[in-house]
């Protein structure tokens, strides 16, 4: 390319094809030129920039794609939760628990009272300045709701030797076989009953005496029966039967002349060594001062 060309003007590759532009072309024939190149449909060409790179955009990111489905997390109650639903449950059992033992208490039926073994006792509140309550511990024989029934059992009794009394006390009628110092002694003596066949128990009753509190008849139908069931039973004892003597003279009875008297025949039963004998004034005394 010679110097007039370079300076007279410059040359621009469009499309594969070189292309000659004059610097002081003419005006006019630049217009017609530019309209050819409109007006034709075929010709078009590509602007080529050297050296320019077009950055590729940018994808937004995605998060990571697990090629396999994760399995769902078991659901998991929180503390606080836990918490309120035991405290209900809690609450509510409480709550029924105390209705049904309200209900309960006010349900109830009365127990229906059974007869034990020791009948009801003259409490010691029910003493007055006019009587005593004398402690007895005595073998029974049965209750019967007649007295006739009552007296057939105690015949047959009587004739094997046997004391035997009836009693009423509350509309019945009781049958007893002897007496003793104490509850456990009543125990040996009635089976030493049961040797002979007798269908017997031992019972702790007070009577309401028609005697004074201080009357020394109380301490000698003790010492008595002590000493009666112990000969009984086969045992020794310890009551000193001329003390008891003497202090027969101090039993007064209130003017009961009959329960002295039957003081009396135990203490000289006992002397003769009749035990069985003298357990039958013993029981005789009780009935003459039973009120």
């Known amino acids: 390319m010679d110097k007039s060309n370079q300076e007279n003007?410059?040359?621009?590759?469009?499309?594969?094809q070189e292309k000659s532009f004059k610097e002081h072309s003419d005006p006019i024939e630049e217009g017609r030129t530019e309209a050819a190149a409109v007006e034709?449909?075929?010709?078009?060409?590509?602007?080529?920039?050297?050296?320019?790179i077009i950055p590729a955009p940018n994808p937004k990111k995605k998060g990571k794609i697990h090629p396999y489905p994760q399995p769902r997390r078991p659901w998991k109650l929180k503390t606080p939760f836990i918490l309120a639903i035991v405290a209900i449950v809690v609450g509510t059992s409480l709550g029924i628990l105390a209705i049904r033992t309200i209900t309960a208490e006010q349900t109830v039926t009365p127990p229906i009272e059974v007869e034990e073994e020791t009948p009801a006792v003259v409490p010691p509140a029910e003493q007055t300045s006019k009587g005593a309550t004398v402690q007895t511990f005595l073998v029974q024989g049965g209750v019967f709701s007649t007295e006739e029934a009552a007296k057939e059992v105690q015949a047959t009794l009587q004739a094997k030797k046997l004391p035997a009394e009836v009693f009423k006390m509350e509309n019945e009628y009781y049958l007893f076989l002897g007496v003793a110092e104490s509850l456990a002694a009543t125990k040996e003596l009635a089976l030493e009953y049961k040797?002979?066949?007798?269908?017997?128990?031992?019972?702790?009753?007070?009577?309401?005496?028609?005697?004074?509190?201080?009357?020394?008849?109380?301490?000698?139908?003790?010492?008595?029966?002590?000493l009666s069931a112990a000969k009984l039973r086969n045992t020794d004892s310890s009551v000193d039967l001329q003390q008891v003597t003497k202090q027969l003279n101090g039993v007064q009875l209130s003017g009961n002349?009959?329960?002295?008297?039957?003081?009396?025949?135990?203490s000289e039963l006992l002397q003769k060594n009749q035990a069985s004998e003298a357990?039958?004034?013993?029981?005789?005394f009780l009935q003459t001062i039973v009120s």
């Open 9 to 16: 003007g410059f040359t621009i590759k469009i499309n594969g």
């Open 40 to 52: 034709s449909p075929d010709e078009s060409f590509d602007w080529v920039l050297p050296n320019e």
């Open 195 to 226: 040797t002979q066949d007798v269908d017997v128990f031992w019972k702790e009753i007070r009577f309401k005496a028609k005697i004074a509190e201080n009357d020394a008849a109380v301490d000698v139908y003790s010492s008595l029966a002590e």
């Open 257 to 266: 002349k009959e329960g002295k008297k039957r003081l009396m025949e135990a």
């Open 279 to 284: 357990q039958e004034k013993l029981l005789l």
